[in-house]
């Protein structure tokens, strides 16, 4: 049985047909086409390994082979957790010639988040890593079984004394005919991605290969990727950003190389940009600063590259001027969500788009609203909420009917829960997060404004504004600062602000100092655990 999701309206589809937006081909298209092209080409750098786009299709052939001779069939779902090693993808198109969805969950989330994934999706099969500590013996694979009773194949990356090793399923297959693989209909789901959410588990988006795949070749077209390409994959290759936007899977639909990158420190990056000649890279502004400081601080020399992707979240206009100027690259700015819509900035627009804004939609069948507190259209240049709907964003996340119905209007327009100002060529500024404002006695704050204010301020590294508590107001805000002089002092940076010309209510109530800010899995800041940071200080 297919796997259920709420389908775009016929009209809708038919129109997306009609102008060959959907093609009806899977996303395992992405991989025969490089193989058909160029068997022999690079397609992964992987530590020492180096694998070619024929041995890529041949393992994950073999692999899906395996799995099938163990039963699992077209419509199971799976559930997988792998860090950034070659294997992400092997799987990935293993189960998509076999028509099985994957939630490929983040190598850096827990318990809470993989037992809610098997929760809600009743996987048939488990693929992970032995270097996951929840993988280290079969506790939790137990647990997981005693509530997700579907849960019959279980493969693990590293040795272990309980499941199979996930190499030796296709290194000890001979294979299958290719007509014996059947992926789902291009019209149906191919795999699951995760919402971006940061205070609860983030919810299910099932992806059709159509919708999904025309994101790929779109992308891949903007940034004119070419079999030249080579992309450092420095960010988790399980999220949306680094997997289509361009990311790895456009990569491989351009016939280019994708190198795995198993963390975002400079050293790293900076030591596989020039061993294996990377040009291409995409990385969030939190790794953007650091990479900054990790040059301004002498530590290292910066290395060349053709085009810098930055996306996650807004990029401040002094950070990018300064990473054009350091890295001598060519910048893009990217603003995306897993449910759909993905904006860029051209690579041959003007400085002041490039710097100053996040891109446009990159569809002409990209509907935005951009709507007020009332819901009524804003005007060129006004804040309001973000609305979209379009060939490739969804109509409903997976069996959240309560939450659709808020989530989406009633023409099918998601809400995205980001605060943007569109200019009147069509250009999007991210101001903030709706959920992320501060109301103060009545009064909203931005925090993505304030921490751009102080961002300017030549010591601050890294800033997170978060909502506090307070008896009074209600709410009244607190400002984490990462700071490279040990001596700055809250007045000095209200001194700052207030030289901005900013009203009196949106200066910080509270400083915090750290020696860095907490991360999530993608590098984003934690605000999650800042906020408990703050909870925790004002109860003692």
Same mark, same amino acid.
């Given at each position: 049985m297919p796997i259920e999701f709420t389908p775009w309206p016929e009209a809708f589809a038919h129109r997306y047909r009609d102008k060959g937006y959907w093609r009806g081909e899977p996303l395992t298209e992405i991989l025969q086409r490089a193989f058909r092209r160029s068997p022999d080409a690079l397609a992964l750098i992987c530590g020492d390994r180096h694998i070619t786009y024929a041995e890529l299709g041949a393992n994950s052939s073999r692999l899906a082979s395996s799995l099938m001779r163990r039963g699992i069939c077209s419509g199971d779902t799976a559930l997988v957790q792998l860090p950034n090693i070659a294997e992400f993808y092997i799987v990935f198109f293993a189960l998509l010639k076999m028509g099985v969805g994957p939630v490929n969950a983040l190598f850096n989330h827990d318990r809470l988040e993989m037992t809610a994934y098997a929760g809600q999706i009743q996987p048939t099969l488990l693929i992970a890593s032995a270097e996951h500590h929840l993988f280290a013996d079969d506790d939790y694979v137990k647990r997981l079984q005693s509530f997700a009773p579907t849960l019959r194949v279980v493969a693990i990356h590293g040795r272990t004394e309980y499941a199979e090793e996930l190499e030796s399923l296709w290194e000890g297959d001979s294979g299958c005919a290719a007509d014996e693989l059947r992926p789902s209909a291009p019209d149906q789901v191919a795999f699951f991605q995760l919402s971006g959410g940061s205070t609860d588990v983030p919810k299910l988006i099932p992806r059709t290969h159509d919708d999904y795949y025309y994101s790929v070749r779109r992308s891949a077209e903007i940034c004119r990727l070419t079999p030249e390409t080579r992309y450092l994959c420095a960010l988790p290759a399980a999220h949306n950003f680094p997997l289509s936007s361009p990311g790895a899977l456009g990569i491989f639909?351009?016939?280019?190389?994708?190198?795995?990158?198993? =963390? /975002?420190?400079? *050293?790293?990056?900076? *030591?596989?940009?020039?061993?294996?000649?990377? =040009?291409?890279?995409?990385?969030?502004?939190?790794?953007?600063?650091?990479?900054? *400081?990790?040059?301004?601080?002498?530590?290292?020399? /910066?290395? =060349? +590259?053709?085009?810098?992707?930055?996306?996650?979240?807004? +990029?401040?206009?002094?950070?990018?001027?300064? +990473?054009v100027a350091v890295f001598g690259c060519r910048l893009q700015q990217v603003f995306g969500m897993a449910e759909g819509l993905v904006n860029y900035t051209g690579l041959d627009d003007d400085s002041d788009r490039i710097f100053t804004t996040q891109g446009r939609p990159m569809s002409s069948d990209d509907e935005l609203k951009v709507v007020d507190a009332n819901g009524e259209e804003a005007s060129p240049g006004d804040v309001g909420e973000l609305l979209t709907r379009g060939p490739y964003t969804i109509r409903g996340y997976y069996r959240c009917p309560d939450y659709n119905a808020r989530a989406f209007d009633n023409d099918g327009f998601y809400r995205t829960g980001d605060l943007v100002e569109m200019t009147v060529d069509g250009y999007l500024r991210v101001v903030g997060r709706k959920k992320d404002q501060i109301n103060r006695g009545g009064e909203k704050i931005s925090a993505e404004e304030i921490e751009n204010l102080l961002l300017q301020h030549d010591a601050v590294l890294h800033a997170a504004l978060i909502s506090m508590p307070d008896s009074l107001m209600g709410e009244k805000s607190c400002a984490y600062i990462v700071t490279s002089d040990s001596a700055l002092r809250p007045i000095a940076l209200r001194r700052h602000l207030r030289s901005q010309g900013i009203a009196e209510f949106k200066l910080p109530d509270r400083f915090e100092f750290l020696d860095q800010m907490p991360l999530t899995a993608l590098g984003k800041v934690d605000k999650r655990t800042l906020r408990s940071d703050i909870q925790a200080k004002l109860n003692v």
């Open positions: 639909h351009a016939g280019g190389t994708v190198i795995m990158a198993q =963390n /975002a420190s400079a *050293d790293h990056c900076f *030591d596989l940009i020039r061993r294996h000649k990377a =040009n291409f890279a995409a990385i969030v502004p939190t790794i953007a600063s650091l990479w900054l *400081d990790a040059v301004a601080g002498d530590s290292f020399e /910066a290395p =060349n +590259l053709d085009v810098m992707q930055v996306g996650g979240a807004r +990029l401040s206009e002094t950070v990018a001027r300064r +990473l």
